[in-house]
């Protein structure tokens, strides 16, 4: 255990390293503000491909920022109002098979599954195909500064996916949880920071965070190893070193977990070495509500053992 990073004692005194940008709280009251101007166009169609005698399956479809339209697998139950869940993918994966949702709908739980925006190519009659890329999300849109980062738009989308199941008739939008795995984890954390009532937030080694810390490990594990070929391809001399990480951190969630209200548990294997610990700890340390950790010191970006057990009965207690 911790063959490459801190102490357990300096994991959780860390406080981060990439740079927190002077105007950060007004750069995302601005996202805000334009998100809520963009007009959701919310659709939902029917999932034929995967009907169900106890809820509706469905396909929804907004529109986020930058005009982009976004997919999600819903399952509503038949009942009265309850609680519901949201769920974020791995970085570069798909969203969960409707077979990974049906526990969440048998216990009564409206679950939504977001496609984050050009990492799967999901194609329907009623809609353009999106096509997937294979280019570096994370430094997508760096060099035309921080508003036009593609993940400032993914973080906006976790948001309106929040903002349009919260008001749903099915869903009390007082008992909605957040989770996911990496990316996931760190999307669920950042759909938390951007939305006020979210009430729970279940996190398995949240990627998008601390990109200084990873990037000075050098660990030559996608995705942060992005960040090095980024500057060997437009900066071989790290002349904007200092730019980069300031506007990188405009999407560092450990600035974003300040804003966090809802409860969190966060889940870490101390061998992560995709998702260094250190960068994970940051996020964790900065939060001021009401928290826990799940420590696995032999596990690394690994499927956790009991993890996703553990969060789907927390659900069902806290929600």
């Not at 995302?28 to 034929?48: G, H, N, R």
């Not at 977001?114 to 994370?138: G, W």
């Not at 997508?140 to 199941?165: M, Q």
Request: some cysteine.
């Amino acid at each position: 255990m911790l063959s490459f990073e801190m102490s357990s004692e300096e994991l959780l005194a860390y406080q981060g390293t990439n740079p927190r940008p002077a105007d950060f709280d007004q750069f995302w009251e601005k996202a805000l503000a334009e998100l809520a101007a963009t007009d959701p166009e919310t659709e939902f169609t029917e999932a034929t491909d995967f009907p169900l005698p106890f809820a509706r399956t469905e396909h929804l479809y907004f529109t986020g920022t930058g005009g982009y339209r976004v997919h999600a697998k819903v399952i509503r139950p038949h009942q009265a109002e309850g609680p519901a869940v949201l769920i974020f993918h791995g970085y570069g994966g798909e969203q969960p098979k409707w077979v990974d949702l049906l526990p969440y709908a048998a216990r009564g739980f409206t679950v939504a599954a977001l496609d984050v925006r050009e990492q799967v190519a999901f194609r329907t009659d009623s809609q353009q195909a999106n096509s997937f890329s294979l280019r570096n999300h994370l430094v997508e849109g760096l060099d035309g500064g921080p508003e036009s980062l593609l993940y400032r738009h993914v973080f906006l989308d976790t948001r309106r996916l929040a903002d349009i199941i919260g008001g749903l008739p099915e869903v009390d939008a007082t008992r909605i949880g957040t989770t996911g795995w990496s990316q996931g984890g760190g999307l669920s954390l950042v759909c938390a920071a951007l939305t006020p009532g979210i009430k729970y937030t279940a996190s398995v080694y949240p990627f998008l965070t601390d990109y200084q810390r990873a990037w000075e490990l050098n660990l030559e594990k996608a995705p942060y190893d992005e960040i090095t070929t980024w500057f060997k391809k437009r900066d071989p001399r790290h002349l904007r070193e200092q730019e980069v990480f300031t506007t990188l951190g405009y999407i560092d969630l450990q600035h974003l977990a300040p804003r966090i209200q809802a409860e969190v548990t966060l889940y870490v294997g101390l061998e992560d070495q995709v998702c260094p610990p250190s960068t994970q700890y940051a996020a964790y340390n900065k939060l001021t509500t009401a928290k826990q950790l799940r420590v696995y010191p032999d596990f690394g970006h690994d499927d956790l053992p009991g993890a996703f057990d553990e969060i789907f009965q927390t659900f069902s207690q806290r929600l």
